[in-house]
């Protein structure tokens, strides 16, 4: 019964880590979006930009929440 018990943590334990790396990826997609519309003139490029701002702070927060949510 251990066995099963210690194999279940471990799994969520890989599901774990690997929803960090998610999150921590999309903190750099935030980051980057953000640098790169800093830095553009061009309003093609700026609403290119917007848009892939938008994308990445909602994955973030969808992340976050599924994260948390295992937490629990």
Avoid: W
């Amino acid at each position: 019964m251990k066995h099963g018990i210690l194999k279940k943590h471990l799994v969520l334990s890989e599901e774990e880590r690997n929803l960090r790396r998610e999150i921590e990826r999309s903190k750099t997609a935030i980051d980057s979006a953000r640098n790169h519309f800093e830095q553009v003139v061009d309003p093609t490029l700026i609403d290119c930009y917007i848009y892939e701002l938008n994308a990445a702070q909602l994955r973030y927060q969808f992340l976050l929440r599924r994260f948390k949510s295992r937490e629990v």
